[in-house]
């Protein structure tokens, strides 16, 4: 079942990706960054067992919402019939202990407990949902999706679905009958039109265009080991990683590092020689003004020129 609401990397995932490859970023910075990353990965792995459900439904992924003054994430938001169904996914590799209030690794470091936030933003949903007039019940998860972890001493009578038990609830949870109307259809509609795009949790190291190392990247593996082959008599050419193996048309390299620019200068004109100069100088100024007059609309002539999207 395709999603009514997709999930995409956030902002401040794609930025730091960026920037993680193109600066040194401090060890805090680093740290935050993974985080994110490793976050991103589990809820995409939980997707595509919610992409499997046949039973009418709505999914919506990543719904950043505001009640009051508070912003609340909601990783996974499914609507059905009669229910609500709300998950907090975590993609935690060690192993952890569930104590009151917390959970804890073996060597005593203590993170928040998953229960809480699950808590927090289930009583934030329903107080929105009956600020619009809906009265729907609300059931929320806590999903551990990675099946290297394990959660010593977790309570039987909590909502936690472990690495284990997944398989079997998703076949449960794909049972649950279930018929929509425009009620429901309505009300998916109005959620996914109160996300936030913006989250107000977004944390971000300083950076310049002048300090950002400059270069074609390959975008598997983000290495700078490239290798461009066959780029003459109009053909755009491959790119080749040297590191990973893997290829790409030079055209969609630079037509990457265009996107990176506008991601982290959005008041920065695209012009020619920016994107030479991001390349590192790896692709010709003709080959770039060729592109970017294919791909874009070109303001002006001349060195004052530069290009904007359609």
Request: glycine share 6%; with cysteine.
């Amino acid at each position: 079942m395709m999603a009514f609401k997709p999930r995409i990397a956030s902002r401040e995932l794609k930025i730091l990706r960026i920037l993680n490859t193109r600066m040194e970023l401090t060890a805090d910075e680093k740290k935050h960054y993974f985080n994110l990353k490793k976050g991103y990965e589990g809820e995409v792995q939980f997707d595509l067992l919610t992409e499997q459900l046949q039973n009418e439904c709505y999914i919506l992924n990543d719904l950043l919402l505001k009640t009051g003054n508070t912003s609340f994430q909601n990783d996974t938001v499914i609507l059905f019939q009669e229910t609500i169904h709300l998950f907090e996914v975590k993609n935690y590799e060690y192993d952890l202990i569930f104590k009151t209030n917390k959970l804890v690794s073996f060597s005593g470091k203590e993170y928040q407990n998953s229960l809480d936030q699950l808590n927090k933003n289930t009583l934030l949903l329903r107080q929105l949902l009956q600020n619009m007039g809906y009265n729907i019940p609300i059931k929320g998860y806590v999903v551990f999706i990675n099946p290297e972890f394990t959660l010593y001493q977790s309570p039987p009578n909590e909502p936690i679905i472990h690495p284990t038990q997944l398989k079997k609830f998703m076949k449960k949870f794909n049972s649950l009958p279930s018929k929509l109307s425009n009620r429901h259809k309505m009300l998916a509609e109005k959620l996914v039109s109160l996300h936030q795009v913006e989250s107000p949790y977004t944390v971000l190291p300083a950076y310049s265009f002048e300090k950002m190392r400059k270069g074609l990247t390959c975008r598997i593996c983000n290495s700078f080991k490239v290798s461009i082959i066959g780029s003459g008599s109009g053909s755009s050419g491959k790119m080749f990683c040297n590191d990973c193996g893997s290829e790409e048309e030079v055209d969609s390299a630079v037509l990457r590092c265009v996107q990176e620019i506008k991601l982290l200068f959005p008041v920065k004109r695209i012009t020619t020689n920016c994107v030479f100069e991001w390349c590192g100088g790896a692709v010709s100024k003709k080959k770039i003004n060729r592109l970017l007059t294919k791909k874009f609309k070109r303001i002006g002539h001349g060195k004052y020129s530069y290009y904007v999207s359609e």
